[in-house]
Every structure is written in C-alpha cells, then in structure tokens.
C-alpha cells in the first residue's frame, strides 16, 4: 500500500482540541476523514477538468433518502454515538432524539433533518463519498443504477490510507500487519449497516443532557 501523494489542501480537517486530548480514537477518527476528504477534492478536480460539473449542492437530500445500505465501520459508529449524545444540544437534539425513537428501516437517513444532514461533520466514509456528477438526481432516483457513470468511484489509495490509520483503535498497531489486513479486505468484514443499527437505544442514551448543556448549565450557575 503506498502512500498517498500530496495534493493542493482544499478541505480543512474537523477539529475538537480539548476533546481529542480526552478521547484518542477521536483524533485516528478525523485524521481518517481528513484523508478520505482530500481524495474526494482530488476526484472532484479531475473530473472538472474533464468539463463535468459537481452536482451535489447544499439542500440536496435525495441518496440520503434513497440509500438504505450504507456502510459503517466501528470506529464511525463511535463517533456517531459520542457526537450526537455529547454535541447536540438545544432544539435540533430534541428533533433528532424523537426521530431516533420512531427509526424503522424503511425511513431515510436517521440523522436527515429537514433536508440536512445533522451530523455532518461525522457523517461516514460512504456518505463523504457519493458524489454525482452533471446533473441533479431526480426524486428518488439513485443514480448509481440509473446512471453509473455520473457517480464517483470510491477513492480507494485514499480510503486505505485511512483505515490505515484507524486499525489501532482494534489494536493493530504494527504498520506491517495493518497493511496486510488492509489488503486482505479484512475491514470490510467489520462493517455494519448503518439502518441496521438499533438507533432507538441511542435516544435513550440522549435523554442525558449532552456535555454542551452540561458547561451551559454550570456557566448560568
């Protein structure tokens, strides 16, 4: 597996200083993202360079209503569950945690609030990804059947290096056998759906007040 080359940085990483201190599969967890971010800059500057334009814009909802197999690995799941119980707060916690509690399989993205995505800076390696090129999707149309072409390919030397980086958090420290798993397709084995996950168990948990609330509380004190 080889490392990837340096590209022009156009994508900033996500960063939570105090509690990366804390949490050390944290910052293994935005490094990771960070890379997958800067290879879906690099696809997407390719393929604007072959004329054809990002269709992906904010307000765009339609693969994260459409999409009911997306994939997540542990240490994304982790992340989603510290985020929303520990960062969430006011309103739009309140909204997700009843949306959480009425989750079945058949609905969209558990975590799509009025059209956007409220755990976007965590949001999964897959969803960094699926970006559809040309043209707007039609609703409910998934354009990776309908239009294979116009969807980006996963950007594997990129995604690699960033399981690279996240196999300690399974305790595989030695770069040696991290490359071997990688290239032996073992981390897909870890994978999990994100609809299949009991979300229902996660509201529960956000009946808790998130950290944020908690430091508001104390500070009014």
């Known amino acids: 597996m080889k490392k990837t ?3 022009p940085l156009k994508t900033k990483r996500f960063s939570l200083p105090e509690d990366e201190k804390r949490l050390t599969w944290l910052s ?7 890379i997958v971010d800067k290879g879906v800059a690099a696809s997407i500057d390719s393929e604007k360079k072959k004329g054809r334009k990002l269709a992906c814009a904010k ?3 339609s693969c994260c209503v459409t999409h009911k197999d997306i994939p997540l690995y542990p240490l994304e799941l982790q992340g989603l569950i510290w985020y929303i119980t520990e960062k969430l707060s006011g309103h739009e916690r309140e909204i997700l945690k009843s949306q959480l509690h009425s989750f079945s399989r058949d609905n969209a993205c558990p975590f799509l609030l009025e059209r956007s995505c409220a755990i976007h800076p965590m949001r999964p390696m897959a969803c960094r990804q699926f970006n ?3 043209k707007s999707c039609e609703e409910g149309e998934d354009p990776f059947h309908t239009r294979r072409n116009d969807v980006m390919d996963p950007v594997k030397k ?6 690279f980086i996240m196999l300690p958090y399974h305790g595989i420290e030695k770069e040696s056998v991290r490359i071997k798993f990688i290239e032996a397709g073992e981390m897909h084995k870890m994978v999990r759906e994100l609809h299949a996950c009991n ?3 996660l509201a529960e948990k956000m009946e808790k007040p998130s950290s944020v609330e908690r430091r508001t509380s104390k500070e009014e004190q």
């Open 5 to 7: 080359r340096s590209i």
């Open 28 to 34: 293994m967890l935005l490094d990771a993202y960070h």
């Open 59 to 61: 307000g765009c909802s």
């Open 132 to 134: 559809v090129f040309v």
């Open 158 to 163: 990129y995604v690699d290096q960033a399981f």
């Open 199 to 201: 979300w229902k168990a």
